[in-house]
């Protein structure tokens, strides 16, 4: 019954999808991919090419051209990385193989790790020097039989010649049984030349960030429980679609301004940050804890993550709400940037670009119906969209705020002050920030309001999930004043220098990785527990 009202009420508020997103268009748009194949390509070779096998996690955007990542989800995707033409928005152009064809593995033996071949891209980005980094997992068939066909590597591709200009392969030492590199960010904000960079890496499978200093050449790896999935957050949720997935830390983003990454798990309602400096400062000595902050909670779970050039907002999408929206994180005020039922699904990438700067460019494609196998090929299934951002303030789409609950634990942070309700909307609880009102120095963990508890008296479609409903399930109950780890990571703020530093949460054992490496053998740079202190 409140399944059928919400829809009533999203009819009645809002009688087109269209009118919540007018600045929403689709740059290009897929039913099934398809490839500038070859003369001599096995084109039946389900092996070789299943088109309903193939679908976007990624993409980079420059003046004339579209850059796309198809992993190797599933057997039968021809070329992991392409692109097509930006000259025309809403066709459904072939995709043209990048750098050329001679870089696709698929379904061939014929090759050796070491080559300049690609393997899986979930990610690719794009620097200042006009140069396109290819984030290669080399995990073929990840949601099957997952083989690992050639070591995780960065293939660095010159955009006005299109040729590798350099290769960065990563040392055993910083891999795991079954590590998938999935995301990066390039951080340039003390680059003096186009190599003297940072990138920082997610580890989705073996949950943890690499943090590659390009200019030294050496590579550490850090990990905290909150790049971990949540058990109660497994199962997602997209229209009739819900689908178990324990993906651990996937979105990943920067704050250049800030100096802080965002990053999030695909099974959580939380994102977390951690400043630069932290990451910079290398590999920790064992039993140091990184010093990770709890940012906040959103509606539902998510991927996609950016920030906003204007106002360093930041956003995301939460899956549940086919939506994209920010939350700036000084003000606390709330937009809703896109709403659409169909073509906002499943958000896997959000990314600014330098060609036009205060538009994003996201993709959107059907991975659930992917990954149930109940894909529909008449319908459009991957999808590019553009977005302009509102410059200024961010007004978003205001709506009446449903009363406060009296028993909701968020009052004690002034989530529905009278500040807050002048300068938010009704999508109050798409994110709920820890410290709201006050600066990042309370010690104070955050109580966040149970699941299946709140009764508001209105409902819209932008009211957080499981407020109520008998379906889906609700997550495992927390109670309101239950004391929680990720809870706690309500801290100081960022440190301003790259000094090495460590929580003081209670410590906890992990695999070794207090050290630097490069390429393969071991660098004793890291200080023993003595020269810490």
């Known amino acids: 019954m409140l399944r059928i009202l919400a829809v009533v009420l999203c009819a009645l508020l809002w009688p087109a999808s269209r009118a919540l997103t ?20 096995s084109v039946n070779d389900a092996n070789f090419y299943s088109p309903q096998n193939v679908l976007i996690t990624g993409v980079a955007v ?46 061939r033996s014929d090759f050796n790790c070491s080559d300049l071949i690609l393997t899986s891209v979930y990610r690719l980005r794009l620097d200042s020097c006009n140069r396109l980094w290819l984030l290669d997992a080399g995990v073929s068939r990840s949601l099957e039989d997952y083989e690992i066909t050639c070591p995780p590597k960065i293939l660095v591709v010159d955009l006005a010649t299109d040729r590798v200009v350099r290769r960065i392969d990563f040392p055993p030492e910083v891999l795991r049984g079954e590590s998938l590199f999935t995301n990066m960010v390039i951080d340039e904000t003390t680059a003096k030349t186009c190599d003297d960079v940072f990138v920082y890496i997610t580890d989705t499978v073996e949950p943890g960030i690499v943090v590659y200093d390009s200019g030294k050449d050496v590579t550490w790896r850090v990990s ?30 920067f704050d250049e301004r800030k100096g802080v990454v965002y990053f999030q798990p695909l099974a959580t309602d939380r994102v977390f ?46 899956l549940s709400e086919t939506a994209i929206a920010s939350w700036n994180p000084s003000t606390n005020q709330q937009s809703v940037l896109a709403y659409d039922r169909d073509q906002l699904q499943f ?48 007004l978003g789409h205001h709506l009446a705020l ?14 529905y002050n009278t500040h ?23 010690k104070t963990p955050f109580r966040f309001e149970s699941a299946g508890v709140v009764q508001y008296g209105v409902r819209n479609p932008f009211t957080a999930l499981n407020q109520g409903e008998a379906f889906p399930p609700s997550k495992a109950t927390r109670d309101n004043y239950q004391r929680s780890y990720l809870d706690t990571l309500v801290g100081t703020t960022a440190p301003a220098s790259p000094t090495r530093l460590v929580s003081a949460a209670t410590p906890y054992t992990t695999r070794h990785s207090g050290y630097y490496y490069q390429r393969g053998k071991r660098e004793l740079q890291a200080e023993s527990d003595e020269e810490e202190h």
């Open 22 to 41: 007018p600045g929403l268009q689709v740059a290009k748009q897929w039913k099934l991919l398809r490839y500038n194949f070859q003369p001599q390509a």
């Open 62 to 107: 420059t003046d004339n051209r579209i850059f796309v990542a198809t992993p190797k989800l599933f057997t039968g995707v021809p070329s992991t990385v392409s692109w097509v033409s930006k000259a025309e928005f809403g066709d459904s152009p072939t995709l043209q193989a990048f750098p050329d064809w001679s870089f696709s593995n698929t379904a």
């Open 224 to 253: 905290h429980p909150a790049m971990y999935p949540d058990p109660d957050f497994a199962q997602s949720e997209i229209l009739n679609d819900r689908f178990v997935l324990m993906d651990g830390v996937v979105g990943l983003t």
């Open 273 to 318: 940050s951690v400043h630069k400096n932290v990451l910079r400062a290398g590999p920790l000595p064992d039993g140091k804890m990184l010093d990770v902050k709890l940012v906040g909670k959103k509606s539902s779970q998510g991927i996609g993550l950016s920030v906003s050039p204007f106002d360093s907002s930041l956003i995301f999408s939460p």
């Open 347 to 394: 958000v896997a990438d959000i990314t600014t670009t330098r060609s036009e700067p205060g538009v994003i460019y996201a993709i959107s494609s059907k991975f659930h119906r992917f990954f149930l196998k109940n894909l529909d090929p008449n319908e459009f299934n991957n999808r590019i969209v553009r977005l302009e951002l509102p410059s200024g303030s961010l």
């Open 402 to 415: 449903p009363p406060a609950p009296a028993h909701n634990s968020l009052l004690n942070y002034g989530l």
């Open 420 to 442: 807050s309700q002048a300068t938010t909307n009704a999508l109050q609880t798409y994110f709920s920030s820890p410290a709201l009102t006050t600066p990042f120095t309370t």
